[in-house]
């Protein structure tokens, strides 16, 4: 049979080598759609058919090199390059399923080549092996068939391990041979153009993904980008050492910016707005935090460890490819120019007429250029915004009013604050769970008022939306709306009134139950200036945990009562209490026991801590079940507390914190949630009574909504009497 020895990229052109080149476009949309995939919804039909047309081909390409006698050296490379990509590509989406020691699959190859660098004996050339194709063909079925999920759980690990030991021992077969062999000349580095068209292609994709926030359809990578269009040009004419900057320095801003996508597209599912590049960091840390509550610490932790690797990874990998792009095109100037001028003509007239691909992004795409603007424009507002705020902490009406004339309507009597995880206003209405919490609202407000209750209700409007509790508890506590973790910042190193230390200069003992800190909180101290703070580590608790919570709201509340409100000669209490059972991931909540069988939380040994948190994302009909319980669990709970304690000197403000993920709530539940003050004193309800709330725990659709922010303020100027 013939051997053909054609160009540098000449073998393309072969009909084995637009098989192969097929291919590898199908491996880099499998590698756009798992980019898709961690940042929203998961794509895993298109994944596992894409991928499986792309293994499919692999046996076509060969077949067809061999028939038509057009076998060549670096279309056998490129072959095997394009199937280390599609491999490495289909570990890292399996891996957050799986488990992260997945991407050493498709990192074997790369350290092999990487190991290259240093060991020149492994340059040698292999004979063939048809046991070693047979491996590469396992990785790719036994990744896509884990990628499918048609395995049980409990067998995809064994799947994926047994073709990590035939890897493994086929690449150690190979460096056996070859150390036998050291001794000979070592060979030169292989030629680096097998994979310019995978560097060229990830390029490509990288600087035409749309905003991920809005998805991701196959129609949007069929675009141009005008910025590598500018790296070919400028790569046209610079010297070699500035090209070679320049081209890294391109590579790894473009690897920031997809990166950039994916975190935007994960704050905008979370949190329902953009990731901030000033002040968010923090996030990923409490992230960890939360994604251990639900897998355990060492999974967790292992998951950051593999997203890390991975953003590095990305990042490399576009500057590599992005150094590859400038160098062939430096190399190839006339080719280079003609295809520059074809491609900038084209999108010059897309741009001006318009032209969309199948309804999808615009063919002329500038989609990096606008993201990195849009990132610096971004900062610019964060740090404008920053010293705004920093002038609204300064203005404070109430920062110097006497102490004896703070709060003296609610003189002699316990304040609780109290926040509800999760709870907003899609519990209350127009949801599948929202009947179920309803019923509790309503038959909690008949129970109150046959106790003697007044209860009077509306809407406020929350900072945040599906996480970041401690936004929404700091606006309510300071009057300012602390919509980020700046503003947040910001307000700790102030010396901001907030509602804790307004009751505390007016002489409430101040206290703070958080149940779900398992750490020191800083802010206790900083913020609040709380006399005590309770958490999960010295409040006695011998109980197991359900679900994020460590301790359960039944205890929180008696633990509380024991310890702060009992009857007695003592100082009124001033207290923000958080119920955090209602706290994602959701399982079903605990049983409510007799009061006074509650002890120290052992009685809920072997109720219902043993069943699994719910993953919201992939069965959100469970979750919003589990979600609606657990809110008429903490009503429920709550209502009892005040029937077995009453006490005509306790008032109560009870309110959400922010709504649930949108795999609960749903995509337009906005960010009002439910506020209630209770109360067996009429002069309390009258002080209050041009809020225009209405009566019972269940707030109508058109009560009034105010911003969060508001609480603080309208609360000192209900209950205070200041002259002048």
């Given amino acids: 049979m013939e051997r053909v020895h054609p160009g540098r990229l000449t073998f393309l052109t072969l009909p084995a080598g637009r098989v192969t080149l097929t291919r590898a476009a199908l491996a880099v949309v499998v590698a756009g759609l798992t ?3 961690y940042a929203g919804p998961d794509r895993v039909g298109p994944v596992v058919v894409i991928a499986g047309v792309a293994l499919v081909l692999d046996a076509v390409d060969g077949w067809v090199a061999r028939r038509t006698g057009t076998v060549t050296e670096q279309g056998a490379r490129f072959d095997m390059e394009t199937d280390a990509f599609l491999i490495a590509v289909l570990s890292v989406y399996v891996a957050p399923t799986v488990g992260w020691w997945v991407l050493a699959i498709g990192a074997m190859r790369y350290a092999y080549v990487a190991a290259t660098r240093f060991l020149p004996w492994l340059r040698q050339p292999l004979p063939p092996r048809f046991d070693a194709k047979v491996v590469a063909a396992v990785q790719g079925v036994a990744l896509t068939v884990a990628a499918s999920g048609l395995l049980p759980l409990v067998v995809t690990p064994v799947v994926l391990g047994v073709a990590f030991a035939l890897l493994v021992e086929s690449f150690a077969r190979d460096v056996r041979t070859l150390w036998r062999r050291r001794t000979e000349p070592a060979a030169e580095p292989a030629r680096p153009a097998v994979t310019t068209p995978l560097a060229f292609a990830g390029l490509w994709v990288a600087l035409v993904l749309p905003d991920l926030r809005a998805g991701l359809a196959l129609p949007d990578l069929v675009r141009i980008p005008v910025e590598g269009l500018v790296l070919v040009a400028v790569a046209l004419v610079l010297p070699a050492r500035l090209r070679l900057v320049g081209a890294i320095g391109f ?25 901030d590049p000033l002040g968010d960091w923090g996030y990923f840390s409490s992230g960890v935090g939360v994604l251990g509550d639900s897998i355990g610490d060492p999974a967790a932790r292992s ?21 590859r792009v400038t160098r062939v095109a430096a190399d190839h100037r006339p080719r280079t120019a003609r295809s520059l001028v074809v491609l900038g003509v084209v999108w010059t007239v897309s741009a001006a007429a318009g032209v969309h691909v199948a309804g999808a992004e615009p063919v002329a795409a500038a989609g990096a250029t606008d993201l990195a603007v849009d990132t610096v424009d971004q900062v610019r507002a964060g740090l404008a915004d920053s010293e705004t705020f920093a002038d609204e902490i300064g203005e404070d009406a109430w920062a110097d009013v006497p102490a004896d004339e703070l709060l003296q309507g609610l003189r002699g009597r ?26 509790a609202l309503l038959d909690g407000t008949r129970r109150l008022s046959a106790a003697g209750y007044r209860t009077r209700s509306g809407y406020v409007t929350s900072p945040t939306y599906g996480a970041a509790s401690w936004l929404a508890h700091a606006t309510t506590q300071s009057g300012l709306w602390v919509d980020s973790e700046r503003r947040y910042g910001q307000l700790l190193d102030s010396d901001r009134l907030t509602l804790a230390t307004a009751f505390g200069r007016a002489g409430w ?41 460590p301790v359960p709201d039944q205890y929180t509340l008696e633990h509380l009562r024991r310890e702060e409100l009992t009857p007695g000669a003592r100082d009124p209490v001033f207290a923000e209490v958080d119920l955090v059972s209602s706290h994602h991931p959701w399982s079903p909540p605990p049983p409510l026991v007799p009061w006074d069988e509650v002890g120290d939380g052992s009685v809920f040994n072997g109720t219902t801590e043993d069943a699994e948190p719910v993953d919201q994302e992939a069965d959100p009909e469970r979750a919003q079940e589990l979600y609606g319980r657990s809110i008429q669990y903490s ?38 949630v439910p506020i209630t003050v209770i109360s067996q004193d009429d002069e309390v309800v009258r002080r209050i009574a041009d809020w225009d709330w209405a009566p019972g725990l269940l707030p109508p659709a058109d009560a009034p909504v105010w911003p969060m ?7 000192l100027a209900a209950f205070s009497d200041v002259s002048g």
């Fill in 303 to 323: 998951a950051a460890v593999g997203a890390v690797l991975l953003v590095a990874l990305v990042v490399v990998a576009l500057a590599a490819a992005a150094v």
């Fill in 35 to 37: 980019v898709a995939s």
């Fill in 251 to 275: 590579g790894a801003l473009a690897g920031v910016l997809v990166v950039l996508r994916v975190v935007n597209a994960g704050f905008d599912a979370v949190l329902d707005r953009p990731f």
């Fill in 709 to 715: 922010s508001d609480v603080r303020d309208r609360l």
């Fill in 509 to 549: 003992r101040t206290v703070f139950t958080v149940p779900a800190n398992t750490e020191p909180w800083p802010e206790g101290e900083q913020l609040y200036d709380v006399d005590h703070l309770y958490d999960s580590t010295n409040v006695g608790y011998d109980g197991p945990q359900f679900g994020y919570a």
């Fill in 414 to 439: 316990d304040v609780l604050l109290v926040f509800v995880e999760s709870y907003g206003r899609s519990a209350t209405r127009g949801s599948s769970y929202s009947s179920g919490v309803a019923d």
């Fill in 635 to 672: 009503w429920e709970t709550l209502v009892s507390f005040l029937e077995t304690y009453p006490d005509p000197d306790r008032v109560l403000v009870v309110l959400g914190d922010h709504e649930p993920w949108s795999w609960v709530s749903g995509e337009d539940a906005g960010r009002d």
